[in-house]
């Protein structure tokens, strides 16, 4: 029985001395979160939104959240520029924390669109940060959504058609905020999945992650490197060459638009839903898109909020040319599909975007919400400054678009105003 106690003593001292030491050095880890590169953020699980740089610490204070898809998240060549070297500026968010001042986190995911990232990823993210020990992520004072007229609305029809809703119960209010209800309700769940006291230890955590990914890259079985990233969409803007602009779908384009100052070329064959989708199918988005900003307003009721309209990239600039091919984005169910091209008018593009843009302002104002409609001002900076997409990738903006486009939101934002669309189809 003495040796049994004694074994046992030598064993709690043995926990209490490594506890003891080991907390110094989560405490350490978790003030570093924000010099770990960008192309690893994903190993860090529940506080990879921590390790962004758009704040004064780890922990923002006062801050705005900016929710959205892959512009909130910051795709495009100014990402595949940047993305080796570190945890770089390289998205609207890092930009308005340098010009406003203010701590700026982002919840931006690729392939999201509003009813799928609101209720679910939003919640997921803010209550998974929330489970650690020692951290207290207040809730945000502004809040930022970006809307992206490009895909956001193809995305929301193929999620109504995945979960069998018509546009027709689109028009029920009850019935929207019911199926919202239950993507926030798995958001939550997501957040405590597999949690217990020991997930506390994020540094023993992000390291078993890094351990399985360098046993993976190693064996042969993932990258080419100890820790390339475990991530198909990072690891296609990461590559041994240095980044290379690549202007040919431009060059070979009959398309004009009026650029610098001078008359540019606008890439042909573009993917532009936008210009397919009926007016039945934009006015039932814009009611899911008013029950999801309803959800957000319930979830952080303080913050003051503002939707963002961002325009599909056609939309954002001053036309040449009276026609444009552009190609469908559809889905079969299991994968998005490019369909097309087909020949429109450029006046017919921007009639749809400006109905598209009306409905999904009075949603913003029907829930509560300011609104910003991006297009004027993109327009006008385009046609003095240059491209604000591309060149490699012309679904996204560039560094000019993002700076563009955090300059136009810390200005409505800065200003406390609302920018309601702008329908005569020419900047102003």
Not at 22 to 51: C, K
Not at 239 to 267: C, F, H, Q
Request: glycine share 8%.
């Amino acid at each position: 029985m003495t040796k049994l106690k004694s074994i046992l003593t030598n064993i709690g001292l043995a926990v209490v001395a490594f506890v003891i030491l080991y907390i110094p050095l989560e405490i350490v880890w978790r003030n570093m979160l924000t010099v770990f590169p960008v192309v690893l953020h994903e190993q860090l699980g529940r506080l990879s939104p921590l390790a962004q740089i758009g704040k004064e610490s780890v922990v923002p204070e006062d801050y705005t959240l900016i929710i959205g898809d892959s512009y909130a998240e910051g795709l495009g060549d100014w990402f595949m520029q940047r993305v080796n070297d570190g945890n770089p500026v390289y998205n609207a968010g890092h930009v308005l924390h340098e010009i406003s001042g203010d701590d700026v986190i982002s919840f931006g995911y690729r392939g999201g669109f509003p009813s799928y990232v609101i209720p679910y990823q939003t919640t997921k993210d803010f209550d998974g940060m929330n489970k650690y020990m020692g951290f207290d992520i207040k809730q945000p004072q502004r809040v930022v959504a970006f809307f992206y007229e490009g895909n956001d609305f193809a995305d929301e029809l193929a999620a109504l058609h995945r979960s069998g809703i018509s546009l027709d119960q689109t028009q029920d209010a009850a019935f929207l905020k019911g199926h919202l209800q239950g993507g926030a309700e798995a958001g939550a769940k997501a957040a405590g999945k597999r949690w217990n006291f020991f997930r506390n230890a994020h540094l023993i955590d992000t390291t078993s992650k890094l351990s399985k990914l360098m046993i993976k890259n190693l064996s042969g079985d993932g990258g080419t490197t100890a820790f390339a990233p475990d991530d198909r969409w990072i690891r296609s803007y990461t590559s041994i060459d240095e980044y290379r602009e690549n202007w040919e779908r431009y060059e070979v384009s009959s398309v004009t638009m009026r650029l610098a100052g001078a008359v540019g070329k606008y890439p042909e064959e573009t993917v532009e839903p936008i210009a397919f989708h009926t007016p039945e199918e934009v006015t039932g988005i814009a009611n899911v898109f008013q029950a999801s900003m309803e959800y957000l307003r319930d979830y952080f009721p303080d913050a003051e909020m503002w939707v963002v309209y961002i325009p599909s990239p056609i939309n954002a600039y001053e036309f040449v040319s009276d026609s444009v091919m552009i190609s469908d984005l559809q889905h079969d169910g299991v994968k998005e599909v490019r369909a097309g091209p087909q020949p429109f008018r450029v006046a017919d593009v921007m009639a749809k975007s400006d109905f598209a843009c009306r409905a999904i302002e009075q949603a913003s104002t029907a829930a509560g919400v300011k609104f910003i409609d991006t297009r004027p001002a993109l327009r006008v900076i385009s046609a003095r400054d240059g491209y604000l997409h591309g060149p490699n990738d012309a679904g996204h903006f560039n560094e000019r678009g993002y700076r563009s486009l955090a300059k136009i939101v810390h200005d409505a934002v800065g200003g406390k105003i609302a920018a309601p669309c702008n329908i005569s189809g020419a900047a102003q």
